[in-house]
T-cell receptor
Framework: QQPVQSPQAVILREGEDAVINCSSSKALYSVHWYRQKHGEAPVFLMILLKGGEQKGHEKISASFNEKKQQSSLYLTASQLSYSGTYFCGTDSTGNTPLVFGKGTRLSVIA | DTGVSQNPRHKITKRGQNVTFRCDPISEHNRLYWYRQTLGQGPEFLTYFQNEAQLEKSRLLSDRFSAERPKGSFSTLEIQRTEQGDSAMYLC???????????FGQGTRLTVV
Protein backbone atom coordinates (compact mmCIF):
# COMPACT_ATOMS: atom_id res chain seq x y z
CA GLN A 1 0.00 0.00 0.00
CA GLN A 2 1.55 3.25 -1.17
CA PRO A 3 1.96 5.91 1.55
CA VAL A 4 0.28 9.26 0.97
CA GLN A 5 2.42 12.38 1.11
CA SER A 6 1.21 15.93 1.67
CA PRO A 7 1.48 18.54 0.43
CA GLN A 8 2.18 17.61 -3.18
CA ALA A 9 4.22 20.76 -3.67
CA VAL A 10 5.38 23.71 -1.64
CA ILE A 11 7.26 26.91 -2.40
CA LEU A 12 9.33 28.55 0.30
CA ARG A 13 11.50 31.61 0.58
CA GLU A 14 14.97 31.10 2.01
CA GLY A 15 14.81 30.91 5.78
CA GLU A 16 11.23 29.68 5.99
CA ASP A 17 10.19 26.38 7.54
CA ALA A 18 8.22 23.51 6.03
CA VAL A 19 6.62 20.26 7.14
CA ILE A 20 6.10 17.28 4.84
CA ASN A 21 3.79 14.52 5.97
CA CYS A 22 3.68 10.83 5.13
CA SER A 23 0.70 8.64 6.09
CA SER A 24 0.06 4.96 5.68
CA SER A 25 -3.06 2.84 5.97
CA LYS A 26 -0.93 -0.05 7.26
CA ALA A 27 1.03 -0.45 10.46
CA LEU A 28 4.61 0.60 9.91
CA TYR A 29 7.91 -0.75 11.12
CA SER A 30 10.03 2.00 9.64
CA VAL A 31 9.92 5.12 7.53
CA HIS A 32 12.77 6.23 5.29
CA TRP A 33 13.16 9.72 3.85
CA TYR A 34 14.96 10.55 0.61
CA ARG A 35 15.51 13.70 -1.41
CA GLN A 36 15.84 13.66 -5.19
CA LYS A 37 17.04 16.60 -7.23
CA HIS A 38 16.05 16.86 -10.87
CA GLY A 39 17.94 14.38 -13.00
CA GLU A 40 19.74 12.85 -10.04
CA ALA A 41 19.41 9.73 -7.91
CA PRO A 42 17.44 9.79 -4.66
CA VAL A 43 19.70 10.55 -1.70
CA PHE A 44 19.12 9.11 1.75
CA LEU A 45 18.19 11.52 4.55
CA MET A 46 17.18 9.38 7.52
CA ILE A 47 15.45 6.27 8.84
CA LEU A 48 12.92 6.22 11.65
CA LEU A 49 12.05 2.95 13.36
CA LYS A 50 8.87 2.29 15.31
CA GLY A 51 9.09 3.67 18.80
CA GLY A 52 8.25 7.27 17.99
CA GLU A 53 11.83 8.45 17.82
CA GLN A 54 12.80 11.70 16.28
CA LYS A 55 15.94 12.17 14.28
CA GLY A 56 17.83 15.12 12.93
CA HIS A 57 20.13 15.80 10.03
CA GLU A 58 21.52 19.34 10.04
CA LYS A 59 18.39 21.50 9.93
CA ILE A 60 16.21 18.64 8.76
CA SER A 61 14.52 16.44 11.33
CA ALA A 62 11.71 13.92 11.35
CA SER A 63 9.29 12.22 13.68
CA PHE A 64 7.44 8.92 13.51
CA ASN A 65 4.12 8.26 15.22
CA GLU A 66 3.54 4.53 14.83
CA LYS A 67 0.07 4.67 16.39
CA LYS A 68 -1.07 7.13 13.76
CA GLN A 69 1.04 5.41 11.09
CA GLN A 70 2.48 8.79 10.18
CA SER A 71 5.82 10.45 9.80
CA SER A 72 6.64 14.10 9.35
CA LEU A 73 9.77 15.71 7.94
CA TYR A 74 10.65 19.14 9.29
CA LEU A 75 12.84 21.55 7.35
CA THR A 76 13.86 24.63 9.28
CA ALA A 77 15.46 27.80 7.99
CA SER A 78 15.35 26.41 4.46
CA GLN A 79 18.24 26.92 2.08
CA LEU A 80 18.28 26.99 -1.71
CA SER A 81 19.99 23.59 -1.61
CA TYR A 82 16.92 22.04 0.00
CA SER A 83 15.01 22.26 -3.26
CA GLY A 84 14.04 18.91 -4.68
CA THR A 85 11.43 16.20 -4.37
CA TYR A 86 11.14 14.48 -1.01
CA PHE A 87 9.98 10.88 -0.84
CA CYS A 88 9.02 8.79 2.12
CA GLY A 89 9.46 5.05 1.84
CA THR A 90 7.69 2.72 4.23
CA ASP A 91 8.29 -0.82 5.45
CA SER A 92 5.48 -2.56 7.27
CA THR A 93 7.30 -5.62 8.64
CA GLY A 94 10.95 -4.78 9.09
CA ASN A 95 11.91 -7.11 6.28
CA THR A 96 10.18 -5.84 3.17
CA PRO A 97 11.48 -3.51 0.48
CA LEU A 98 10.35 0.07 0.69
CA VAL A 99 7.14 1.34 -0.85
CA PHE A 100 7.57 4.99 -1.79
CA GLY A 101 5.03 7.79 -1.84
CA LYS A 102 4.51 10.02 -4.85
CA GLY A 103 6.75 12.69 -3.41
CA THR A 104 6.54 16.31 -2.31
CA ARG A 105 8.17 18.86 -4.58
CA LEU A 106 9.88 21.57 -2.55
CA SER A 107 11.10 24.75 -4.18
CA VAL A 108 13.13 27.25 -2.19
CA ILE A 109 13.49 30.68 -3.74
CA ALA A 110 15.71 33.60 -2.81
CA ASP B 1 33.33 3.34 -2.14
CA THR B 2 32.58 4.32 -5.70
CA GLY B 3 28.82 4.26 -5.32
CA VAL B 4 26.22 2.34 -7.27
CA SER B 5 26.92 2.30 -10.98
CA GLN B 6 24.32 1.72 -13.68
CA ASN B 7 24.86 1.20 -17.39
CA PRO B 8 23.84 2.39 -19.82
CA ARG B 9 22.59 5.77 -18.61
CA HIS B 10 20.26 6.11 -21.56
CA LYS B 11 18.75 3.55 -23.91
CA ILE B 12 16.51 4.17 -26.88
CA THR B 13 15.02 1.06 -28.40
CA LYS B 14 12.35 0.13 -30.88
CA ARG B 15 9.19 -1.52 -29.68
CA GLY B 16 9.56 -5.26 -29.60
CA GLN B 17 13.31 -5.30 -28.98
CA ASN B 18 14.93 -6.76 -25.88
CA VAL B 19 17.01 -4.59 -23.56
CA THR B 20 19.33 -5.39 -20.67
CA PHE B 21 20.52 -3.02 -17.97
CA ARG B 22 23.41 -3.55 -15.60
CA CYS B 23 23.86 -2.47 -11.99
CA ASP B 24 27.09 -2.65 -10.02
CA PRO B 25 26.32 -2.18 -6.32
CA ILE B 26 28.63 -0.97 -3.59
CA SER B 27 30.95 -3.92 -3.08
CA GLU B 28 30.16 -4.81 0.53
CA HIS B 29 26.38 -4.47 0.12
CA ASN B 30 24.55 -7.77 0.04
CA ARG B 31 21.12 -6.37 -0.81
CA LEU B 32 20.33 -5.06 -4.27
CA TYR B 33 17.01 -3.56 -5.39
CA TRP B 34 15.49 -2.62 -8.70
CA TYR B 35 12.93 0.18 -8.93
CA ARG B 36 11.14 1.87 -11.79
CA GLN B 37 10.32 5.57 -11.73
CA THR B 38 8.06 7.46 -14.08
CA LEU B 39 7.67 11.22 -14.30
CA GLY B 40 6.13 12.70 -11.19
CA GLN B 41 6.04 9.41 -9.30
CA GLY B 42 8.05 7.84 -6.56
CA PRO B 43 10.24 4.81 -7.20
CA GLU B 44 8.15 1.67 -7.75
CA PHE B 45 9.65 -1.53 -6.36
CA LEU B 46 10.29 -4.33 -8.87
CA THR B 47 12.52 -6.96 -7.28
CA TYR B 48 15.41 -7.47 -4.89
CA PHE B 49 18.28 -9.80 -4.07
CA GLN B 50 20.16 -10.82 -1.01
CA ASN B 51 23.49 -11.92 -2.36
CA GLU B 52 22.59 -14.10 -5.35
CA ALA B 53 19.13 -15.09 -4.08
CA GLN B 54 16.17 -13.28 -5.58
CA LEU B 55 13.87 -12.86 -2.59
CA GLU B 56 10.93 -11.12 -4.20
CA LYS B 57 9.93 -11.04 -7.83
CA SER B 58 6.15 -10.95 -7.74
CA ARG B 59 6.25 -7.18 -8.28
CA LEU B 60 7.98 -7.48 -11.62
CA LEU B 61 5.57 -5.83 -14.00
CA SER B 62 5.08 -8.79 -16.30
CA ASP B 63 6.76 -11.98 -17.37
CA ARG B 64 8.68 -9.92 -19.90
CA PHE B 65 10.77 -8.62 -17.00
CA SER B 66 13.50 -10.69 -15.40
CA ALA B 67 16.50 -10.02 -13.21
CA GLU B 68 19.61 -11.90 -12.20
CA ARG B 69 22.46 -11.42 -9.81
CA PRO B 70 24.99 -14.13 -10.58
CA LYS B 71 27.57 -14.68 -7.84
CA GLY B 72 25.95 -11.98 -5.73
CA SER B 73 27.84 -9.16 -7.36
CA PHE B 74 26.44 -7.13 -10.27
CA SER B 75 22.85 -7.51 -11.39
CA THR B 76 21.07 -7.31 -14.72
CA LEU B 77 17.49 -6.40 -15.49
CA GLU B 78 16.14 -7.60 -18.81
CA ILE B 79 12.97 -6.51 -20.54
CA GLN B 80 11.88 -8.63 -23.46
CA ARG B 81 9.63 -7.46 -26.29
CA THR B 82 9.63 -3.88 -25.06
CA GLU B 83 6.46 -1.80 -25.19
CA GLN B 84 6.03 1.97 -25.15
CA GLY B 85 4.68 1.72 -21.61
CA ASP B 86 8.05 0.41 -20.48
CA SER B 87 9.56 3.85 -21.04
CA ALA B 88 10.77 5.00 -17.63
CA MET B 89 13.81 5.47 -15.43
CA TYR B 90 15.07 2.19 -13.99
CA LEU B 91 16.86 2.66 -10.69
CA CYS B 92 19.11 0.26 -8.85
CA UNK B 93 19.93 0.59 -5.15
CA UNK B 94 22.05 -1.39 -2.72
CA UNK B 95 22.30 -1.63 1.05
CA UNK B 96 23.98 -3.66 3.77
CA UNK B 97 20.62 -5.01 4.89
CA UNK B 98 17.03 -4.11 5.61
CA UNK B 99 16.40 -0.87 7.44
CA UNK B 100 19.78 0.51 6.57
CA UNK B 101 20.67 3.33 4.24
CA UNK B 102 20.12 2.43 0.60
CA UNK B 103 22.31 4.03 -2.04
CA PHE B 104 20.76 4.61 -5.43
CA GLY B 105 22.48 4.63 -8.78
CA GLN B 106 21.93 7.35 -11.36
CA GLY B 107 19.48 5.13 -13.22
CA THR B 108 18.99 4.00 -16.79
CA ARG B 109 16.48 6.02 -18.74
CA LEU B 110 14.67 3.79 -21.23
CA THR B 111 12.77 5.24 -24.17
CA VAL B 112 10.78 2.85 -26.33
CA VAL B 113 9.86 4.27 -29.73
Amino acid sequence: QQPVQSPQAVILREGEDAVINCSSSKALYSVHWYRQKHGEAPVFLMILLKGGEQKGHEKISASFNEKKQQSSLYLTASQLSYSGTYFCGTDSTGNTPLVFGKGTRLSVIA
Amino acid sequence: DTGVSQNPRHKITKRGQNVTFRCDPISEHNRLYWYRQTLGQGPEFLTYFQNEAQLEKSRLLSDRFSAERPKGSFSTLEIQRTEQGDSAMYLCASSRGMNTEAFFGQGTRLTVV
